[in-house]
């Protein structure tokens, strides 16, 4: 079929926004090939919610192929699920990549047995024989030294640790669209949904809430004083290919960091990351989240060796709030940072450290993105990097003002951040360049605001 396919400026309205998302869909489900209009005021409820599919240009995630998630699938394969079980069920095999719809209606706990019985932490730990307050004697470094645990007390946790991550990890095939269904607070608690050597997924309209590992493990080599050390990121993608993530809401609540118990002198870290895209995933659009009162947030790449050509993401119109650090932590990839709030503002004891880290030769455009700082607040401390990271792009605002963040980062420190990439971002559908009311916008309550429940 010959295409007619309308060229979006890079302003182009919601209301022509929301006319592609019809368009590709339609063509996603080979509706009327041949006879289809693409027509300016086509009716956006054409297409619900659950077909709807990622936007032409829409960032990386719109390369290749695009995004069409489950927009195929057939009535066999659309579920609505409001419990773990139901919800495993309709993921079905990693290996099955027919084109499913999963319509998530309310809050799973991921913390639920087949029954739907609630399970604690103890009920994990049942019959492993693991038990805090032996593991805290067993690796004491006072009488342990500093070496890696082993013995008893580690098979223990680690067995307890393998009953959890099995009732909670969400394993995603190809071909796959997540969605909760508007006005039933829909979303995940307690899960991990792991997205992994998979391609086309999305995943929108959902809070991730208190993903919690029940068994961190002490690592005495991790740092100058060792570090407590979870599983478990809200999503995590792991060799993913062209994924959306899209008005979802991350938070830890309802148990904060600042809760929680120090031994052996640091933190008994319970969280990981809320959205990490490394093992060389690809083709990433993370669009109009929310992500709040956490500390670790986004990891690109998992190490500095983390694979060279992927990591692509475009990362766009997310509201950052009461984050402390990796908003995001980019490695390696050719990383798109527009339009995005960031209120750095302390909430429920999250502090800034900083907000976009630039390392291991990373190559981010960060362009009109608006911080809100408090009083006294350093711009220079807003990124972070390690001297072989860039930074480009410009038109940014600090408190209103447009602000060089990266000059004020380099005059501020040794390891400065480059200032050009090896790239020209293209998939740039919705960039707006004006973003004095962004704020405004991102923390409203229709289809532009960020987070989970304002879908239709
Ligand atoms: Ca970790
Ligand atoms: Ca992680």
């Known amino acids: ?3 007619a396919s309308p060229r979006p400026s890079h ?12 368009t590709a869909a339609a063509v996603a489900a080979g509706v009327g090939a041949g006879v289809l209009v693409m027509n ?3 009716d956006p409820a054409a297409v619900d919610l659950y077909h709807q599919v990622l936007p032409a240009k829409d960032g990386w995630a719109a390369s290749g192929s695009g995004t ?11 579920f609505t699920v409001s419990t773990r079980a139901q919800l495993v069920k309709a993921l079905g095999s990693q290996t099955d990549t027919t ?7 309310g809050t799973i706990d991921a913390n639920t047995s087949d029954a739907g019985k609630k399970l604690t932490c103890a009920d994990y730990a049942s019959g492993t024989g693991y038990s805090l307050s032996a593991y805290l004697k067993a690796y004491d470094p006072a009488t342990y030294g500093k070496k890696a645990p082993s013995g008893t007390q580690e098979t223990a946790r680690k067995a307890a640790a393998d009953k959890q991550k099995k009732n909670i990890v969400f394993r995603v095939p190809s071909n796959t669209t997540i969605v909760g269904v508007p006005g039933t607070n829909a979303g995940i608690k307690g899960g991990s949904v792991l997205v992994q050597n998979v391609k086309n997924v999305i995943v929108r309209n959902l809070t991730f809430a208190a993903t919690e590992d029940c068994f961190p493990q002490w690592d005495p080599t991790d740092g100058s004083s060792g570090e407590w050390n979870s599983n478990y990121d809200s999503v995590s993608l792991r060799g993913a290919t062209n994924v959306w993530a899209d008005h979802n809401t991350f938070t830890d609540a309802p148990t904060f960091d600042k809760s929680l118990k120090t ?3 640091r933190k008994y870290q319970i969280h990981d990351g809320a959205l990490d895209i490394t093992n060389g995933s690809d083709l990433v659009t993370v669009e109009r989240n929310t992500f709040d009162c956490h500390d670790k947030t986004m990891l690109i790449g998992s190490s500095d060796s983390d694979s060279t050509g992927k990591l692509r993401v475009t990362i766009h119109h ?9 908003a995001p932590l980019a490695r390696i990839g050719q990383i798109h940072l527009y339009n995005n709030v960031y209120d750095t503002t302390t909430v429920n004891g999250y502090a800034p450290k900083y907000s976009l880290d630039s390392r291991a030769k990373a190559q981010v455009v960060a362009e009109r993105n608006v911080w809100k700082i408090p009083a006294g607040a350093k711009v220079a401390k807003l ?21 060089d963040l990266v000059a004020a980062y380099n005059a501020a420190g040794s390891k400065k951040l480059k200032t050009t990439v090896n790239w020209k971002p293209a998939l740039t559908a919705g960039l707006q360049t004006s973003v004095k009311n962004l704020l405004t916008e991102l923390t409203g309550t229709g289809t532009t605001g960020a987070g989970a429940g304002l879908l239709k």
């Open 99 to 105: 084109p499913r719809i999963i319509k998530i209606k």
């Open 263 to 265: 031994y052996f002198g």
């Open 383 to 403: 990124l972070s990097g390690d001297g072989t990271g860039s930074v480009a792009g410009g038109g940014n605002l600090v408190n209103g003002t447009e602000t």
């Open 318 to 326: 997310n509201l950052w709030k009461g984050i402390v650090q990796r």
């Open 1 to 3: 079929m010959a295409s």
């Open 68 to 78: 069409t998630g489950g927009a195929k699938a057939e009535a066999a394969h659309t």
């Open 40 to 42: 300016a005021n086509a």
């Open 11 to 22: 302003r182009r309205s919601l209301r022509t926004r929301r006319t592609l998302v019809v």
